[in-house]
C-alpha cells in the first residue's frame, strides 16, 4: 500500500511540475489561447473523431494478429472494445500504462491464458513504440536543417538505439541468448520463471519474418493516423502547419508521455508548447496543447461511459490485476 501511495506522489509530482514549467513558458498567454477554441472548426473536429476510431481498426488487427501467434482466438468486435476502453484507462487509471494492463486484464479473463495476453500486449505496445520512433527518426532526417534546436536530435537517436537494441533482442537468437543468462543470474528468485517465459514467448516471433513486418506496417499506418489526426485538431483552431512538421514532433510527444505521470498530463502539455512554440505563436502553442487535451480526455470519457454502460469491473479491480501482474 505505501509503494503504491508513492508511486501515486511521484507521478503527480511530475504531472504538477510539468503543467507548472508549461504555465511558465506561456507567461499570461492562456487567456490568448482560449480565444482561438471558440473559433473552432467542428468539420475537422469530427475528422479527428473519425481518424481516432478508423486507426482503433488499425491496431485491433494488429492486436488479433500477434495474439493467433500465441493461438488466442478472440473476437475483432471485443477487442475493438478493449481497445476502445484502454484509452480511458490510459488517462485515468494511476499507471504508465493503464490502458495495457486493462486490455491485457481482460484478455485474460477472456481466454484463460494470462501469460500469453501479458506477452501479446507487450509486444503490441514495442510494435507501436518502433513505429512511432521510426517515423520520428526519417522525419528528423529529411529536416534535420531546419531544426535549431540539438536537443531534438539527441532524444531521436538515444530513442533510436533503444529501439535497435529492442528489435535485436526480440529477432536475434545469438544476442538474446546471453541476455537471458544475465537477466536469470541477477533477477530474484520469484522472477526468474517470470523472465525465463518472457524469452520463451519471443521465440515464436523469430520464425515469422514476414508476420514481423506485416506488423510493423501495421504499426507505421495506426501512427500516421494519430498524426493526421493531430493535424487535423489543428486545422480545427486555424493553426496552419506542414503536416512534416506534426510528423517530426508528434512521435517526440508521444515519447515524452511515456515519463512516469498521471496519464502523461502535464509532460504531454509542456512538450507540445516547447516544440511547437519555434513555429508558431505561443498563444497556438498553448491552444494547440489544450485542443489535444480536450479531444484525448473527451475521447476517454466517453469510452469509460461505454464501459460503465457494458457493466466492466471496477478500478479498483483492474488495480489490483496491476500490482500482481508480474507474480
Not at 43 to 59: H, P, Q
Not at 106 to 116: L, M, P, R, V
Request: proline share 2%; hydrophobic share 55%; charged share 15%.
Amino acid at each position: 500500500m505505501l509503494k503504491k501511495i508513492r508511486n501515486i506522489v511521484l507521478r503527480g509530482s511530475v504531472s504538477l511540475l510539468s503543467l507548472g514549467l508549461m504555465f511558465y513558458m506561456v507567461k499570461g498567454e492562456l487567456i490568448e489561447a482560449l480565444t482561438h477554441l471558440k473559433n473552432i472548426s467542428f468539420v475537422f473536429l469530427i475528422l479527428a473523431v473519425v481518424i481516432n476510431f478508423l486507426s482503433l481498426l488499425i491496431v485491433t488487427f494488429r492486436l488479433r494478429m500477434i495474439l493467433l501467434v500465441q493461438k488466442i482466438k478472440l473476437n475483432f468486435t471485443r477487442l475493438y472494445f478493449l481497445w476502445s476502453i484502454s484509452l480511458f484507462f490510459n488517462l485515468f487509471l494511476p499507471s504508465a500504462i493503464g490502458g495495457d494492463i486493462a486490455k491485457a486484464y481482460y484478455i485474460a479473463k477472456d481466454s484463460g491464458q494470462k501469460f500469453a495476453s501479458v506477452t501479446s500486449v507487450l509486444l503490441d505496445r514495442l510494435f507501436g513504440l518502433l513505429a512511432t520512433i521510426s517515423i520520428g527518426f526519417f522525419a528528423y532526417l529529411l529536416a534535420r536543417d531546419r531544426i535549431n534546436d540539438p536537443k531534438i536530435g539527441q532524444v531521436i537517436f538515444w530513442a533510436t538505439g533503444v529501439v535497435v537494441i529492442g528489435l535485436l533482442f526480440v529477432m536475434s537468437r545469438r544476442f538474446s541468448k546471453p541476455v537471458k543468462s544475465l537477466f536469470l543470474k541477477f533477477s530474484p528468485h520469484k522472477m526468474k520463471d517470470f523472465i525465463s517465459r518472457i524469452f520463451d514467448a519471443l521465440d515464436l516471433y523469430r520464425n515469422r519474418r514476414i508476420d514481423f513486418l506485416i506488423l510493423y506496417v501495421y504499426s507505421l499506418v495506426a501512427q500516421a493516423f494519430f498524426i493526421f489526426l493531430v493535424f487535423a485538431l489543428a486545422k480545427s483552431i486555424h493553426v496552419d502547419l506542414p503536416i512534416a512538421v506534426f510528423f517530426l514532433f508528434m512521435p517526440l510527444i508521444a515519447l515524452i508521455s511515456m515519463i512516469p505521470s498521471i496519464g502523461g498530463l502535464g509532460v504531454r502539455e509542456a512538450a507540445t508548447v516547447y516544440l511547437f512554440k519555434e513555429y508558431v505563436t505561443l498563444d497556438q502553442a498553448v491552444a494547440l496543447s489544450l485542443i489535444f487535451d480536450l479531444f484525448l480526455y473527451g475521447v476517454g470519457c466517453a469510452c469509460g461511459i461505454l464501459y460503465a454502460i457494458r457493466g466492466g469491473a471496477s478500478i479498483q479491480e483492474i488495480e489490483r490485476i496491476e500490482d500482481s501482474q508480474l507474480s
